[in-house]
Structures are given as C-alpha cells and as structure tokens.
C-alpha cells in the first residue's frame, strides 16, 4: 500500500498461536505492548502515528475466542468475532436486538468483515455504536490475566473516553449481553480488496496478517478488454467521476451483490454503502448503477436465481 | 423546457458514456501516488503543534544524522537562497498579505504550518527523522475568533501590521442608506457561514524529478491548473519557466483546492533539485485538514428593505471573512465574489456590501467549490425567508415578484455584473412542481396538527461562470488569464487530437470536449482524443480547470479551432474534387459535392493528403493542425433553483429530506449526464456543509477536526434521491451557447436546507442563523431554553 496511508513508526508484531500465548506476551511487556484485533481503529492511529506501541500482539490467529453462543440468559460473544458474524447471527437479532440493530451501523462492511466485538469494546470509543449499547443493556466484560479472570460490568468498563478498566497485562476474552434486551464512523474505503473473498480495507492490515491468504484488488475483478457486469453499470450510470474512489467501491459490491439473494432495495444499497465516501458523485447514480449490476449479473447467471 | 436551437450537432446534447472511465473502473488510472521512479526519496513534514509560537531555534542534526535521511530543508537555508516566499495569485488594492512563507521561520501562526522537510529513503525513514527535528517554540497568545480579532487589544498575527486586517473592499450601487431608512419593512439578521473545506478524496502529492540539464525539473502534481503551478513554480525557485515541466495526471478531485500550489509541492521540487533523486510527497489525510486550503468562513450582519408588498429595495451587509493567518494563493478571492453575487437572481437597485478581511491563528483559506457564492446564497435567501415571515407572505410568492425576469434580461445586477440570459422565475415554478408545493403546504398543516415539523425551503442563486474575460481578471485583481488555448489536429489517419492547457479532476473533459470536437468535424466520437495535464505538450493556459470555465471557454475554443480544422478540409477537398469550397459539405466522415453525392472523400482520404501535401492548393499550409486563443468577451451566468421538503424530529434533532428538487439551466448541454453529475455531486457537498462539514478550533488553536470520525461527509445515507428539470437557455454572448455547471450544485443546499428547518420549526420561533444544522443544533433550536 502506499505511502499515503501506511506510514507508522517501527514495531514489533507477534502473532499470538492461543490466549496463554497471548496473556504472557502482554504480561512481560506491559505497557508497551498494544493488542491487534481486528485493527479497525488501532490501525488508522498507528498509520497516522497517534500510536505508537513497541510491541502489537496479533491475536487472530487463535480459533478460540472466535464464538457466539447463549447460556445463562445471556448472549456470549467470543472477543474476536468478527462484527460481521455478529451481523448475521440469528440468535443476536432473536435475543439482543438493539446490538444487531447497532452494528449495522459500525463503518461499513469492510470494517465489519475484519472488525470484532471485543477489539470495538475495548477501544472504547465514545462514539462507536458496541460501547454504547453495551452500557445501556448492562452487559457484562469477561476480563482474563495471566493468572485470573474477571466479570466487569460496562458501567465500570468504560471509565472515559477511550479508556477500560483493563490493567496492563488483561485481556478483554468475552463479552455476555443480557438476552432480550446512533453515532457512525466514517473512513473513505477506497483502499477496499477482497481478503479470501471478504472486502476489508487494505490499509490497516498488515502484510503480514495476509500470509497464506487470497487477496483480489480491482485488477483481478475483470480483464482489460470486457468490464464486470459491475464497471459497465458504474460507466453506463455515470457512477464515477475522478475515479479515486471507484475501485473501493466496485470491490466492496462485488462481495455484496455476490450475496444477494434477491435484488437489493435502493435503501440497502445506500445501507450497503453508507459511510463509504465518494466525493464527486452524489451517490445516486451509484445506486442505480447497483441496481443495474444485479439485474445484468442475474441475466448472466452469476446472481444466485430467486428461481 | 426550451432546447438550443443553434446546436451544432448530434453529438453534442448526446448521453455520450466516458472516454476516462475504463481505466478507473479497473485499476488502471495512474495518480500522483501510482508514479514510482528509480532511486525516488520520500518526504514527510515536520509541522508546528501549536498555532501561534515564536521559534526560538530548529535543531536539524539528529534528523541529519538518522540513517536514509538524504536531506532536511528549514525555513532559514530557503532564506539564504532568496526562495522562501509564496505570492498571492489575486490580490486587492491595499491587500497587506501579498505573500507567505514556505517554511516558517521566526514565528509559526498557525497549527499544522510547516517548519521543516525531510527527504529520506521510505516514507517511513522520512516520518521518523520529521519526528527527530527538534523545534523551540516560545508561544504567544492566540486569536482564533475573526470577530475578536478585530477588537482592541486581540493577539496580532503580524504585528508589523497594527491590526488584524488584511483588507476592506466594498461593492455599492444607488442609495442604500436612503433605501433604508424610508423602507416600510426592513430585516436584519446576523448570519453566520462555518469554516469547512473540498476534501477531495485523493489528497495533495507531488512528485519531482530533476532533469539532467542545468534548471529542468520535472514536477507531477495533484493540481487542477498544470500551467498556472509551472508559472509559479518556476518564479517560486528562480528556474527558467521552459526547462521546467509540470504534469497532472490522472487527478482524484479537486473542487477549488487544487486550483492552488502549495509550498510543500515546491519544497518537494526543492529537495528533488538538492539531492539529485526523484522525490514523493503524499499529504495524509491529518495534514489535509490542518494544511490544505480552509474555507468559507464569513459573519454578515445584513438588513433587507422592502415595501409592503415584499418589493426589495435596498441590501446593506458587514462582513468579516477569516482568512486564517495568511492569504492562500486565490487571497480574499472568494469574499470578492461574495460581494458580487450576493444580489442573487432578485430585482433591486440600492446595494452596499463591505467585507473585513481578517487573519487569525488558523490555517488559510482559499478555493472552494462555489467560491464565495453559497455563502452568498445562504445570506441571501436566509433573508428572502425572513422576509416573507414577516409581510406573512408565502416564500415562493415573495421570491415571484422580485426575481429578474427574462423580458429584463440582460440585466446589471446592483454588483455590477451583467447577468446574460435564462428564465429565473420558469425555474422556480418548475421546482415548486417537481416537490408537489402546494401539496406539501396542505399536508404540512395536516402533520402539524399530528405534532409532525414538516419544512419547506426553497433557494435560488445566480453563479457567474465561463471566466472570464482577461481584461475583467485584471479588473478584479486576479493575476491570471481569462483565455483558453487549445490545437485540434487531425492526423493522417483522419483521426483527431485535441490538446488542451485545462486539466480534469473528474469532471470528464475527455469526453465533453471530444463530443464537441466530433460534432464539428462528423467523425466518430471514439475518433477523438483528448491530451491534457502536461505542460510539455499541451498550450499555454494558466488558468487551468476552475471558476466552471472549462465548458464555457475551453469547449468554445475547441469548437472553434475544430471549425477551422473542417474549413480547411473542406478548402482541401475542393481542390481534390475540382469544387467550389462552397459547394463541399462535411457529414459523417465524409466530404461531398453539394448535388452530387457520388462526388465525394472521405475525411481520411483529405486528411492523407493535407498531411502528404504533394496537392495542395496554392498558398496553403500543409497539414490540418489548427489553433485557437479564445478569450470570451463577457462572462456568462448559469442558474438554478432549488426546493426541498423535511422533517425535523424535535426530540433527536435528526433531519430527514423527504423531496429535493433542482431545476437548473448551464445554457446549451454538451453531455447532459456529465451535467447530471456535476450538479448532483456539487449538490452532495452542499448538503454536507448545510448539515455536517465543520472545521473546529478550540480555543487554542488547536483543531479538533483531524479525521473522517470528526469532520463527517455526507454518505450515501444522508444525500436524498434529487429530482432534476433542465432549462436550456444558451448562454448570450458564448459560441455554442454554454455557460459552466462546475459549482452550482454546491450553492444552493445550506440556504434550502436552512429555510427548510425554520419553516418546521416555525411554530417555536426559531430563527436558523448558521450551519452546520447538526442533530445537536437542530435539537436546540427546537427546543429553546425558556426565557429567564
């Protein structure tokens, strides 16, 4: 990626093979020591250099803080379930409705594609949607040590603006929403590419964090001379301008209209593309041009049938 | 609606998809960041984290010193090279800013201003040296309001001055103060326009790379006006103007901001010329907010005279602009315009408008998509409503009777400025049609009594275009030139080049202008190419791509020169077919003997023989290459009105536009999507400052607003579906009837929006006296505290 939007100081990233791992790893190195997750706030402020941390401890690795169950009357989030599972999980939208309704509103679904529960919680962001919704349903902090773990309610979680009641060393592992129970962040997305098959904004994942993976960037959406059902709509609409913007946008539908079951409403659409940023356009004629796209993918078959 | 009559072609008015947008569409554009050369450095800046500081010493060593630093420039090593100062392109009599520094060196007046440049091997090296300069500031008191600016006593930011002033310049006509005084209803508000900015989603860059002889330099930049930033460039460092060459490759928006050179692009050639190596310099997006030109920001105290039946007779305005802690390169620039056009499309003969330009501990500011016009428009129309509330006269009515109508057109508007043609009042009728007005009315009494805040806003702007006439540049102080310069070159393959000194950043030149070009010759529009952004093969226009003048001047000139073009194939033609020149008529790639259509070349067929020219009548030059200097001789005026219908929830203070509806007129449309476009997305950013878009200073001088999560832009969750009518009225004194459509969408939001929420709000008395409307203001203007 460019210098525009990678440029953080030096740091040292270790990639954490389980929690012991990873609580043993923050606890020798204290303070110095920042946890990565799934980056989407972290990131943006190691690029502009806001932070600095001698030491990034990637936890995605580990599978075992990837979940969502309900016991206890409550909803569990594993911390490094990504948003967008939490998104799609049925017994979230059953059981805790405000969280499902809120984190449609978490960035757009780049971010949510790679962004988790407990990376958003324990950045505490004041205006991020988890931390509020949090407090206001009384939910409930999972908090381990090296040699403890913790139960925090969120009122004394969330202590100020962007700072928890985790000591150096703690590791937010869980987050339990009693069941039953707006702000937004906007970033212009135009760094957008498919990570195995997920559009994720390229410049707040480490190359490092891809090793192994598929990375398809807008090049590899379409061959020179024939344009995706998608660029020949964004052409016929005048659905671009200065461009700059276009290959984020045409990337991130490329995942969207993939999963369509049934032609998407102008309100998803913008839904679907709210808090990404074109600055030329207006946006409607993007709309119409995603519009056009799933008819004209539908027609070629690429667009699974309602039939 | 009324189409032009004389248009010159199919293809212009056509639909026509973009030339540009296969390579954007797949990756293969090429911006200032995409450019990598061999053995390139990298630069970052070393900028000041506080907005008003003496600088006691800069100690550069430890940078120096870091490993992959190739070089660090301070404000003192451009002083003893005679380089260090940035002129101010548009300048007003008695203007005391005329210039500003590169690099601060004695003292820094505002956050974000650049002290120091490295250059190093990565971005990365360059970020950590930057880190690694070590500044003594000693800070000095700080002034950052405009107004408190001006009182006795305030912080000065250049005390060499004796005040905070920059400049007064006032625009009048008739007898204002008359009009005043014995007017039956007069208004006065004080309203306030916040400071915001383009932010283009593509940041500033440049890349420099010396050449190998003595003074080249070859420069890639983000910049809408590559022969304009060559000029500057060149005087800026004391280089010979030929040996310098300036680029604008593929450009990510501009919207104003880009019209300017900044130092850190000069600064970026300056270290290119002192290591010998290419040189990259990409602003991020925390220097864009804190570094980029501001805008905007004005405070009007205005009164509005009327008689009883709403008939305007007199506009007296105060206001104060803050042009932060320097003049940008376009000086109070906007503010001027503001003076200008602050009459609108609306009948009255007494005026008087004086603006106090201000500095303060902030960052300049400069160009902005409508340049000073929304400001304008928001102070005016904000008036009209007042108005109306006032006499209890429907808004749409009050507007009726005293817009211009096409019978007084043209017209001089009491700024001074002779309004061409258009139909002011058709547009607002066909806008109060497009959101169902009358309807709306009935069912917002209707929702009222269910306890629902239904608004109704209506606005209209006149926006002057098509810049401009030379000679009215110098007139208003603007150091630039009015022309365009184009060549329209047919090749031997009756294939045509266009070359052109404008430079898109989005707007689709490739297309609009070759749709023109193909018009005029009957070739194919794909047989078109359109070559901008190189000062090295492209004619001199310093002007570039702003103020929406490259329709309105650089399509007449390639019209014009591709008319010679046609004029000299058909003179060839002749002289092959043993015809009169008179008798050939050029169509669909072919030239052919009037009444006799077996008689006929093709144009390639012609053009092989103009470039071969082993038969060519006597006296004519080979080839079929043609150039035209076209200057206009007036400026020309563009238009629109706007209506929107929302709804305010008073509990939340969220705003919901149910209907916006534009009708608009740009003269004869070369490509009525690429209008659609510009006046949708210019629309978009006009919603954006009416309800979102504020640049914040603590007091301080610290900015609050650094990033998206502060400085929020409007989504595709905020920006309505927009129904949109066309008039057609060609531009009067313009070949091919154009006038501009660049900004216009961008003007009129805040004032409809601003309209719309007092008349939802109507009911609590609540008087909308700036922007942005934010959920938070919104709410408190619905919800008054009780009075004491």
Not at chain 1, 191 to 213: E, K, M
């Amino acid at each position: 990626m460019s210098a525009r939007s990678m440029k953080p100081a030096p740091f040292t990233l270790r990639r954490a093979d389980s929690v012991d791992h990873a609580l043993a790893l923050l606890g020798d190195h204290g303070e110095d020591a920042r946890v990565l997750a799934g980056g989407q706030s972290l990131m943006p402020l190691i690029n502009l250099r806001l932070s600095q941390p001698a030491l990034l401890v990637d936890l995605n690795g580990p599978k075992e803080l990837h979940y969502v169950c309900t016991a206890d009357s409550a909803v569990r989030f594993g911390a490094l379930t990504r948003q967008r599972t939490l998104e799609r999980d049925a017994s979230t939208a059953k059981h805790v409705p405000l969280l499902a309704q809120a984190v449609m509103l978490v960035g757009h679904f780049q971010n949510r594609n790679r962004g988790t529960v407990g990376g958003s919680l324990a950045h505490a962001d004041p205006a991020a949607e988890l931390p509020t919704v949090a407090v206001a349903l009384d939910a409930e902090m999972v908090v381990r040590g090296r040699d403890s773990t913790r139960t925090v309610d969120a009122k004394t979680f969330f202590q100020g603006p962007l700072t928890t009641a985790l000591e150096p060393g703690e590791l937010l592992v869980e987050a339990r929403f009693p069941a039953w129970g707006r702000a937004s962040s906007y970033r212009e997305g135009a760094c957008t590419i498919l990570l195995d098959g997920h559009a994720v904004r390229s410049c707040i994942v480490l190359a490092a964090q891809v090793d192994g993976a598929e990375v398809t960037t807008v090049e590899g959406l379409s061959d020179v001379t024939a344009l995706s059902e998608i660029q020949q709509a964004f052409a016929d609409n005048h659905a671009l301008q200065c461009g700059f913007c276009t290959p984020g946008f045409v990337v991130s539908l490329h995942e969207f209209l993939r999963d369509c079951d049934r032609a998407p409403t102008s309100h998803e659409i913008c839904v679907a593309i709210g808090s990404k940023l074109c600055r030329c356009t207006g946006y409607q004629q993007i709309v119409e041009a995603v519009t056009d796209a799933y008819a004209a993918m539908l027609a070629s078959a690429e667009v699974r049938s309602a039939a | 609606v009324s189409v032009a009559e004389a248009r010159p072609g199919l293809l212009v008015g056509a639909r026509v998809t973009r030339a540009e947008d296969p390579k954007l569409l797949t990756g293969r554009a090429r911006f200032v960041d995409d450019i990598d050369l061999p053995g390139m450095l990298h630069a970052a800046v070393h900028r000041s984290p506080i907005a008003h500081a003496r600088i006691r010493s800069v100690d550069v060593s430890a940078a120096l010193g870091h490993p992959g630093v190739h070089a660090v420039l301070i404000g003192e090593h451009l002083a003893a090279r005679g380089v260090g100062e940035m002129a101010v392109t548009w300048v007003q009599p008695g203007q005391k800013s005329v210039s500003y520094p590169m690099l601060a060196s004695d003292v820094v007046r505002y956050l974000g201003e650049a002290v120091a440049i490295v250059a190093a091997d990565s971005r990365y090296v360059a970020e950590d040296a930057a880190e690694l300069i070590a500044v003594d500031y000693e800070p000095l008191p700080v002034v950052v309001d405009a107004e408190r600016a001006l009182e006795d006593g305030a912080p000065l930011v250049h005390p060499d001055w004796g005040d905070n002033v920059v400049v007064q310049v006032v625009r009048e006509a008739g007898h204002v103060d008359r009009a005043i005084a014995d007017a039956p209803v007069v208004v006065r508000e004080r309203l306030k326009v916040q400071r915001s900015m383009a932010v283009p989603l593509e940041t500033r860059g440049a890349v420099a790379s010396p050449g190998g002889g003595e003074g080249e330099l070859t420069l890639w930049l983000s910049n809408q006006g590559p022969h304009r930033a060559k000029t500057h460039l060149a005087r800026m460092l004391r280089l010979p103007e030929h040996r310098v060459r300036v680029l604008a490759p593929d450009v990510g928006g501009g919207f104003g901001l880009k019209d300017h050179v900044y130092a850190e692009e000069v600064l970026t050639a300056l270290l290119a010329i002192d290591t010998g190596r290419p040189v990259k310099w990409i602003e991020d997006r925390q220097e864009h907010f804190v570094a980029s030109v501001h805008a905007r920001e004005q405070l009007h105290d205005i009164e509005l005279a009327a008689d009883e039946n709403g008939r305007i007779l007199g506009v007296r305005d105060r206001f104060i602009t803050d042009a932060g802690a320097y003049c940008s390169n376009v000086g109070v620039g906007p503010s001027v315009t503001t003076l200008g056009m602050l009459p609108g499309p609306y009948r009255f003969e007494n005026y008087r408008s004086q603006l106090t330009a201000v500095v303060t501990n902030k960052a300049p500011s400069g160009a902005y998509r409508g340049f000073g016009q929304t400001q304008a428009t928001f102070v005016m129309e904000r008036m009209m409503d007042r108005l109306a509330r006032r006499l209890e006269l429907d808004p749409a009515e009050l507007r009726l009777r005293n817009l211009v109508t096409p019978e007084e057109l043209p017209r001089q508007s009491p700024a001074g400025l002779t309004y061409d043609s258009g139909d002011y009042p058709q547009a607002l009728r066909d806008a109060l049609e497009l959101i169902d007005y009358d309807g709306w009315r009935q069912r917002q009494r209707k929702l009222a009594e269910e306890g629902r805040r239904i608004g109704i806003g209506l606005g209209g702007y006149v926006e002057m275009t098509g810049m401009g006439p030379s000679k009215e540049m110098a007139l208003v102080g603007f150091n630039i030139n009015g022309y365009q310069n184009v060549s329209v070159w047919m090749d031997p393959q009756g294939r045509v080049t266009v070359h052109t000194g404008i430079a898109s950043s989005g707007q689709g030149h490739q297309t609009t202008l070759a749709q023109i070009c193909a018009s005029e010759l009957g070739v194919p529009f794909e047989d078109v190419a359109v070559v901008q952004g190189d000062t090295a093969t492209t004619p001199y226009d310093a002007a570039g791509s702003i103020g929406s003048r490259t329709a309105a001047v650089g399509g007449v000139a390639v019209m014009l020169a591709s008319r010679k073009v046609a004029s000299k194939l058909r003179d060839l033609a002749a002289h092959l077919l043993e015809a009169s020149p008179d008798d050939v008529e050029l169509a669909d790639g072919r030239l052919t003997v009037k009444g006799s259509p077996s008689t006929s070349l093709t144009v390639r067929e012609v053009a092989e023989q103009a470039a071969l020219a082993h038969d060519l009548p006597d006296g004519m030059a080979p080839g079929l290459e043609e150039r035209e200097v076209y200057d206009p001789e007036h400026l020309t005026f563009s238009y629109a009105m706007h209506a929107a219908v929302v709804e305010v929830d008073a509990a939340t203070g969220v705003l919901s536009i149910l209907k916006y509806a534009v009708v608009h007129d740009c003269g004869t449309m070369i490509n009525p999507s690429v209008v659609e476009g510009q006046i949708l997305g210019g629309l978009a950013q006009g919603i954006g400052g009416a309800l979102l878009e504020e640049l914040v200073y603590d007091g301080d001088g610290q900015l609050l607003t650094t990033t998206f999560l502060d400085y929020l832009l409007p989504s595709a969750t905020e920006v309505p579906f927009v129904d949109l009518g066309h008039l057609e009225i060609p531009a009067l004194a313009v070949p091919g009837g154009f006038k501009g459509t660049g900004e216009g969408g961008a003007i009129a939001p805040p004032a409809v929006l601003a309209n719309a929420v007092e008349d939802a709000l109507a009911a609590s008395g609540a008087v909308v006296d700036r922007t942005p409307l934010t959920p938070s203001a919104i709410w408190h203007l619905a919800n008054p505290e009780p009075a004491p």
